[in-house]
């Protein structure tokens, strides 16, 4: 096991003595404390199948073939040509995805109708307005795990 010695004080080492084998080794097992809390990790992120990712990738069918090639014959124009590539994808994601916050918390399959019926049922707090939304809740779960 590595760690670090200042660790050592906090952390719980023990020898496993029960699960010995026929060498001279003997396995040992520690105790990590982790932080409860956890920071949310923030990405630009296009969702698979939406309306962003058809607009991404026309934007791209559209902009890679408009790159003036021309010819290769120094790293120069291999240099320009790589960065008009690049710029065009940058501009193409920046454009359509957006900003995520991925949490402990974070569902992947959560969609704009789950947070819509669970609005509804917020302002409705209705038996029905739930079971739409448990129903809503299914169907996404549904849809992104077969896909």
């Known amino acids: ?11 719980r080492t023990n020898r496993d003595h029960d ?15 982790l932080d409860s809390v956890i920071e949310g990790v923030t990405r630009r992120s296009i ?10 990738i026309n934007d791209l069918r559209t902009g890679v073939p408009a790159i003036a090639v021309g ?8 240099d320009r040509v790589a960065q008009a590539l690049a710029d065009c994808f940058s501009m193409a994601w920046d454009k359509h995805s957006k900003e995520v916050c991925i ?4 569902q992947p399959w ?5 947070t819509e019926s669970l609005s509804q049922y917020k302002t409705k707090k209705l038996e029905e307005s739930w ?3 448990r129903r809503t809740v299914q ?4 849809k992104f795990f077969n896909s």
């Open 1 to 11: 096991m590595f760690y670090q010695i200042s660790d050592s004080a906090r952390l």
């Open 19 to 33: 699960r010995k084998g026929p060498t001279d080794h003997i396995p040992l097992t520690t105790s990590v404390i």
């Open 47 to 56: 969702t698979c199948g939406s309306e962003a990712e058809k607009a991404f």
């Open 71 to 78: 010819t290769l014959n120094t790293p120069a124009d291999i």
């Open 103 to 106: 949490t402990k918390h974070s």
């Open 110 to 114: 959560w969609n704009d109708e789950c």
């Open 131 to 133: 079971l739409t939304f």
């Open 139 to 142: 169907a996404a779960k549904r």
